[in-house]
């Protein structure tokens, strides 16, 4: 239920942030099969919904280098580890709220 509360929250703002899309512009750009326009932006919404500016360049990061991802997860830096948490709550969202 807190997903759907967080989601429902951001697309009543969502007019009124300014987004640099990085993570959909990765989703896009990435030679995934099922990287379309309309996967792509429901996964930006829920980046938008979780992490902040920096958080979501380096989540785009993993589209063209999936292996960094893996780096970040097991990294030792306290802001890795705070990140990684995040992260994991996108990928919560991006999962219940975009899967076809």
């Known amino acids: 239920m807190r997903p759907l509360l967080i989601l429902?929250?951001?697309?009543i703002l969502a007019p009124t942030l300014s987004s640099a899309e990085a993570v959909r512009r990765a989703c896009?750009?990435?030679?995934?099969?099922?990287?379309?326009?309309r996967l792509c932006k429901c996964i930006q919404i829920a980046a938008d919904a979780t992490l902040d500016p920096s958080g979501q360049a380096l989540a785009a990061s993993f589209f063209a280098d999936p292996h960094r991802a893996q780096e970040i997860r097991q990294s030792k830096q306290?802001?890795?580890g705070e990140f990684w948490e995040r992260y994991k709550e996108f990928?919560?969202?991006?999962k219940a709220f975009?899967?076809?």
Request: glycine share 4%; net charge positive; hydrophobic share 45%.
């Open 8 to 11: 429902s929250s951001f697309l």
């Open 78 to 80: 306290r802001g890795h």
């Open 28 to 37: 896009l750009a990435s030679e995934r099969q099922a990287a379309a326009p």
């Open 98 to 100: 975009c899967a076809s």
């Open 91 to 94: 990928s919560a969202l991006a």
